[in-house]
Protein backbone atom coordinates (compact mmCIF):
# COMPACT_ATOMS: atom_id res chain seq x y z
CA UNK A 1 0.00 0.00 0.00
CA UNK A 2 1.29 3.45 -0.97
CA UNK A 3 1.92 5.83 1.28
CA UNK A 4 3.35 9.58 1.69
CA UNK A 5 5.40 8.46 4.70
CA UNK A 6 7.00 6.06 2.71
CA UNK A 7 7.81 8.20 0.07
CA UNK A 8 8.79 11.03 2.67
CA UNK A 9 11.74 8.25 4.30
CA UNK A 10 12.78 8.30 0.83
CA UNK A 11 13.52 11.72 0.50
CA UNK A 12 17.27 11.47 1.76
CA UNK A 13 19.97 14.07 0.64
CA UNK A 14 22.31 12.70 -1.44
CA UNK A 15 26.13 11.86 0.02
CA UNK A 16 28.60 14.05 -1.16
CA UNK A 17 30.71 11.26 -1.84
CA UNK A 18 30.45 8.40 -4.53
CA UNK A 19 31.65 5.10 -5.13
CA UNK A 20 33.50 5.77 -8.25
CA UNK A 21 34.93 9.17 -6.58
CA UNK A 22 35.80 7.36 -3.25
CA UNK A 23 38.08 4.81 -5.60
CA UNK A 24 39.86 7.73 -7.42
CA UNK A 25 40.51 9.35 -4.24
CA UNK A 26 41.89 6.49 -2.59
CA UNK A 27 43.34 4.56 -5.26
CA UNK A 28 45.31 7.93 -5.62
CA UNK A 29 46.83 8.24 -2.11
CA UNK A 30 48.05 4.73 -2.61
CA UNK A 31 49.98 5.72 -6.41
CA UNK A 32 51.27 8.49 -4.22
CA UNK A 33 52.71 7.09 -1.81
CA UNK A 34 54.19 5.12 -4.09
CA UNK A 35 52.00 2.35 -5.22
CA UNK A 36 52.17 1.20 -1.47
CA UNK A 37 49.68 1.67 1.32
CA UNK A 38 52.44 2.34 4.18
CA UNK A 39 51.87 4.92 5.17
CA UNK A 40 48.47 5.20 4.86
CA UNK A 41 46.43 6.97 7.78
CA UNK A 42 43.38 5.08 9.32
CA UNK A 43 44.09 1.84 6.42
CA UNK A 44 41.37 -0.46 7.75
CA UNK A 45 38.67 2.01 7.23
CA UNK A 46 40.02 3.30 4.01
CA UNK A 47 40.60 0.29 2.50
CA UNK A 48 37.17 -1.63 3.61
CA UNK A 49 35.52 1.86 2.00
CA UNK A 50 38.47 1.22 -1.04
CA UNK A 51 37.07 -2.36 -1.86
CA UNK A 52 33.16 -1.31 -0.89
CA UNK A 53 33.02 0.90 -3.67
CA UNK A 54 35.16 -1.08 -5.97
CA UNK A 55 32.36 -3.72 -5.75
CA UNK A 56 29.83 -1.41 -5.99
CA UNK A 57 31.01 0.31 -9.53
CA UNK A 58 32.38 -2.77 -11.37
CA UNK A 59 35.56 -3.97 -12.58
CA UNK A 60 35.59 -1.66 -15.52
CA UNK A 61 34.96 1.51 -13.64
CA UNK A 62 37.37 0.45 -11.43
CA UNK A 63 40.10 0.29 -13.96
CA UNK A 64 39.33 3.47 -15.19
CA UNK A 65 39.72 5.43 -11.45
CA UNK A 66 42.84 3.51 -10.77
CA UNK A 67 44.16 4.47 -14.47
CA UNK A 68 43.14 8.31 -13.66
CA UNK A 69 44.33 7.94 -10.11
CA UNK A 70 48.03 6.89 -11.55
CA UNK A 71 48.51 9.24 -13.84
CA UNK A 72 47.31 11.84 -11.41
CA UNK A 73 50.16 10.52 -8.89
CA UNK A 74 52.82 10.75 -12.07
CA UNK A 75 51.96 14.17 -12.50
CA UNK A 76 52.17 15.30 -9.09
CA UNK A 77 54.95 13.55 -8.59
CA UNK A 78 56.74 15.01 -11.70
CA UNK A 79 55.47 18.55 -10.50
CA UNK A 80 57.15 17.96 -7.51
CA UNK A 81 60.32 17.49 -8.62
CA UNK A 82 60.47 14.02 -8.29
CA UNK A 83 59.59 14.13 -4.65
CA UNK A 84 57.29 11.49 -3.11
CA UNK A 85 55.04 11.83 0.41
CA UNK A 86 55.49 9.61 3.11
CA UNK A 87 52.32 10.03 4.32
CA UNK A 88 48.59 10.08 3.18
CA UNK A 89 45.16 10.78 4.48
CA UNK A 90 42.20 10.61 3.21
CA UNK A 91 39.71 13.55 4.49
CA UNK A 92 36.90 13.41 1.54
CA UNK A 93 34.30 11.83 4.57
CA UNK A 94 35.85 14.13 7.19
CA UNK A 95 36.97 17.20 5.52
CA UNK A 96 35.35 20.98 6.58
CA UNK A 97 34.94 24.21 4.97
CA UNK A 98 38.81 24.88 6.02
CA UNK A 99 39.89 22.95 2.93
CA UNK A 100 38.35 21.16 -0.14
CA UNK A 101 40.89 18.43 -0.55
CA UNK A 102 39.68 14.97 -0.93
CA UNK A 103 43.57 14.10 0.08
CA UNK A 104 46.06 15.28 2.41
CA UNK A 105 49.98 14.22 1.24
CA UNK A 106 53.20 15.09 3.95
CA UNK A 107 56.29 15.04 2.97
CA UNK A 108 59.99 13.75 4.34
CA UNK A 109 60.38 17.85 5.56
CA UNK A 110 56.84 18.45 6.95
CA UNK A 111 55.76 19.91 3.92
CA UNK A 112 52.01 18.76 3.89
CA UNK A 113 50.14 19.69 0.42
CA UNK A 114 45.96 19.11 0.06
CA UNK A 115 44.75 17.72 -3.23
CA UNK A 116 41.13 17.92 -4.37
CA UNK A 117 40.48 15.32 -7.09
CA UNK A 118 39.01 15.57 -10.07
CA UNK A 119 38.08 12.45 -12.55
CA UNK A 120 36.62 12.25 -15.87
CA UNK A 121 36.41 10.22 -18.98
CA UNK A 122 36.88 13.04 -21.21
CA UNK A 123 40.38 13.33 -22.80
CA UNK A 124 40.20 17.31 -22.89
CA UNK A 125 37.70 20.65 -22.21
CA UNK A 126 36.30 21.56 -19.15
CA UNK A 127 34.67 19.61 -17.04
CA UNK A 128 31.83 20.54 -13.90
CA UNK A 129 34.61 21.57 -11.21
CA UNK A 130 32.10 21.38 -7.69
CA UNK A 131 28.99 19.04 -7.25
CA UNK A 132 27.44 19.85 -4.25
CA UNK A 133 24.59 18.20 -2.64
CA UNK A 134 21.13 20.32 -2.46
CA UNK A 135 21.28 19.99 1.07
CA UNK A 136 24.85 20.92 1.79
CA UNK A 137 24.37 24.24 -0.31
CA UNK A 138 20.73 25.08 1.61
CA UNK A 139 22.26 24.75 4.86
CA UNK A 140 25.60 27.02 3.71
CA UNK A 141 22.83 29.40 2.85
CA UNK A 142 20.05 28.66 5.41
CA UNK A 143 17.77 28.56 3.16
CA UNK A 144 15.09 25.11 2.35
CA UNK A 145 15.29 23.57 -0.64
CA UNK A 146 14.31 20.15 -0.22
CA UNK A 147 11.00 20.69 0.78
CA UNK A 148 9.78 22.50 -2.26
CA UNK A 149 11.06 19.17 -3.96
CA UNK A 150 9.48 16.73 -1.74
CA UNK A 151 6.10 19.04 -2.35
CA UNK A 152 6.17 19.04 -5.75
CA UNK A 153 6.98 15.21 -6.54
CA UNK A 154 4.97 13.90 -4.07
CA UNK A 155 2.17 16.19 -5.71
CA UNK A 156 2.94 14.42 -9.22
CA UNK A 157 3.64 10.77 -7.59
CA UNK A 158 -0.25 11.42 -6.49
CA UNK A 159 -1.57 12.94 -9.37
CA UNK A 160 0.05 10.17 -11.80
CA UNK A 161 -0.31 7.44 -9.48
CA UNK A 162 2.76 6.75 -10.04
CA UNK A 163 5.31 4.34 -7.48
CA UNK A 164 6.49 5.67 -4.45
CA UNK A 165 9.86 3.94 -4.98
CA UNK A 166 12.21 5.86 -6.78
CA UNK A 167 13.81 2.44 -8.27
CA UNK A 168 10.30 1.96 -9.23
CA UNK A 169 8.97 4.83 -10.21
CA UNK A 170 12.17 5.31 -12.95
CA UNK A 171 11.12 2.04 -14.20
CA UNK A 172 7.70 2.87 -14.74
CA UNK A 173 8.05 5.97 -16.43
CA UNK A 174 10.30 4.89 -18.52
CA UNK A 175 7.85 2.45 -19.87
CA UNK A 176 5.24 5.08 -20.18
CA UNK A 177 6.29 7.14 -22.24
CA UNK A 178 2.50 9.54 -22.54
CA UNK A 179 3.53 9.11 -18.21
CA UNK A 180 6.80 10.64 -19.23
CA UNK A 181 5.93 13.50 -21.29
CA UNK A 182 4.55 14.82 -18.02
CA UNK A 183 6.98 14.08 -15.68
CA UNK A 184 9.52 15.35 -17.51
CA UNK A 185 7.72 18.79 -18.04
CA UNK A 186 6.94 18.37 -14.02
CA UNK A 187 10.65 17.58 -13.48
CA UNK A 188 11.40 20.92 -15.41
CA UNK A 189 9.10 22.96 -13.34
CA UNK A 190 10.70 22.00 -10.13
CA UNK A 191 14.45 22.78 -11.70
CA UNK A 192 13.16 26.29 -12.75
CA UNK A 193 11.32 26.88 -9.36
CA UNK A 194 14.51 25.58 -7.32
CA UNK A 195 17.17 27.86 -9.63
CA UNK A 196 14.51 31.22 -9.02
CA UNK A 197 14.71 30.44 -5.22
CA UNK A 198 18.27 30.52 -4.99
CA UNK A 199 18.91 33.39 -7.00
CA UNK A 200 16.67 35.13 -5.01
CA UNK A 201 18.41 34.31 -2.09
CA UNK A 202 22.20 34.99 -4.23
CA UNK A 203 20.28 38.76 -4.83
CA UNK A 204 19.55 39.05 -1.70
CA UNK A 205 23.35 38.85 -0.63
CA UNK A 206 26.08 41.87 -0.56
CA UNK A 207 28.52 41.74 -2.81
CA UNK A 208 31.43 40.81 0.16
CA UNK A 209 29.04 38.07 0.85
CA UNK A 210 28.16 37.05 -2.57
CA UNK A 211 32.71 36.89 -3.34
CA UNK A 212 33.09 34.68 -0.16
CA UNK A 213 30.20 32.40 -0.72
CA UNK A 214 31.71 31.88 -4.39
CA UNK A 215 35.11 31.12 -3.58
CA UNK A 216 34.78 29.13 -1.09
CA UNK A 217 31.68 26.92 -1.76
CA UNK A 218 31.59 26.79 -5.44
CA UNK A 219 35.28 28.01 -6.75
CA UNK A 220 37.75 26.29 -3.53
CA UNK A 221 39.60 29.37 -3.56
CA UNK A 222 39.41 30.26 -0.08
CA UNK A 223 42.43 31.19 1.83
CA UNK A 224 42.98 28.22 3.80
CA UNK A 225 46.18 27.57 6.36
CA UNK A 226 46.61 23.93 3.80
CA UNK A 227 48.04 24.34 0.21
CA UNK A 228 46.02 22.21 -1.74
CA UNK A 229 45.69 21.84 -5.65
CA UNK A 230 43.57 20.18 -7.71
CA UNK A 231 44.34 17.28 -9.98
CA UNK A 232 42.20 16.08 -13.06
CA UNK A 233 42.36 12.52 -14.36
CA UNK A 234 41.33 12.09 -17.77
CA UNK A 235 40.02 9.25 -19.99
CA UNK A 236 39.41 5.46 -20.07
CA UNK A 237 40.19 2.60 -21.23
CA UNK A 238 44.09 2.54 -20.67
CA UNK A 239 44.56 6.09 -21.79
CA UNK A 240 44.96 8.44 -18.81
CA UNK A 241 46.39 11.70 -18.60
CA UNK A 242 46.11 13.95 -16.01
CA UNK A 243 46.84 17.75 -15.28
CA UNK A 244 47.13 19.76 -12.27
CA UNK A 245 45.22 23.40 -11.39
CA UNK A 246 46.19 25.75 -8.28
CA UNK A 247 42.31 27.03 -7.83
CA UNK A 248 43.70 30.58 -6.52
CA UNK A 249 45.79 31.31 -9.08
CA UNK A 250 43.64 32.20 -12.41
CA UNK A 251 41.77 35.05 -14.19
CA UNK A 252 38.60 34.32 -13.09
CA UNK A 253 39.62 33.99 -9.30
CA UNK A 254 41.46 37.30 -9.52
CA UNK A 255 38.70 38.91 -10.80
CA UNK A 256 36.25 37.66 -8.41
CA UNK A 257 38.62 38.75 -5.63
CA UNK A 258 39.03 42.30 -6.33
CA UNK A 259 37.40 44.53 -3.60
CA UNK A 260 36.47 46.65 -6.90
CA UNK A 261 34.67 43.43 -8.51
CA UNK A 262 30.40 43.80 -9.17
CA UNK A 263 29.18 40.46 -9.38
CA UNK A 264 26.09 39.64 -11.12
CA UNK A 265 23.70 37.24 -10.78
CA UNK A 266 21.44 36.06 -13.74
CA UNK A 267 19.13 33.54 -14.46
CA UNK A 268 20.22 31.28 -18.17
CA UNK A 269 18.16 28.61 -19.28
CA UNK A 270 15.38 26.95 -17.47
CA UNK A 271 17.76 25.83 -14.48
CA UNK A 272 20.70 27.84 -14.16
CA UNK A 273 22.46 31.08 -12.87
CA UNK A 274 25.13 32.51 -14.63
CA UNK A 275 27.71 34.81 -12.56
CA UNK A 276 29.58 37.53 -13.55
CA UNK A 277 31.97 39.63 -13.27
CA UNK A 278 31.57 43.00 -15.44
CA UNK A 279 32.15 41.19 -18.67
CA UNK A 280 34.04 38.19 -17.84
CA UNK A 281 31.81 34.93 -17.32
CA UNK A 282 33.08 33.31 -13.77
CA UNK A 283 30.90 30.24 -13.99
CA UNK A 284 27.11 28.34 -14.11
CA UNK A 285 25.20 27.13 -11.53
CA UNK A 286 22.98 24.31 -13.00
CA UNK A 287 20.52 22.65 -10.94
CA UNK A 288 19.69 19.04 -12.68
CA UNK A 289 18.18 14.88 -11.97
CA UNK A 290 20.95 12.69 -11.58
CA UNK A 291 18.83 10.55 -13.93
CA UNK A 292 15.87 10.39 -14.69
CA UNK A 293 13.34 13.48 -13.60
CA UNK A 294 11.23 12.60 -10.49
CA UNK A 295 12.92 9.74 -10.37
CA UNK A 296 16.47 10.33 -8.96
CA UNK A 297 18.23 12.49 -6.77
CA UNK A 298 18.60 16.52 -7.73
CA UNK A 299 22.17 17.38 -7.59
CA UNK A 300 23.69 21.05 -8.36
CA UNK A 301 26.53 21.33 -11.12
CA UNK A 302 29.13 24.23 -11.17
CA UNK A 303 30.20 24.50 -14.53
CA UNK A 304 33.03 26.81 -17.03
CA UNK A 305 30.10 29.22 -18.24
Request: glycine content about 6%; aromatic content about 6%.
Amino acid sequence: MKTKKTLAERKKIASMNNPMSEVNEIAFGHYALGGTWEGFDDLLEVKTTYEKAKDTIGARQTSDQQGRAKAMSEELFRSRGAKRPIKAWWIARKRNQDTPADVVLEYEDGEQLGVSCKSTSKKSGDIAFKNPGIGSLAKALDIDLASLVSQEEERVVAELDLPWSKKERKSYIRANLSIREETMKSGKRILNRLRDKLLVTYQSMTNEELREHLKSTWLDAQNTELPYIKITGRGADGDYSASIHDPTKNDKVRALSSEDSQITMASVGNDSIGVSVGPLRIMKIRFKYESEKLASTIKLSGDPW
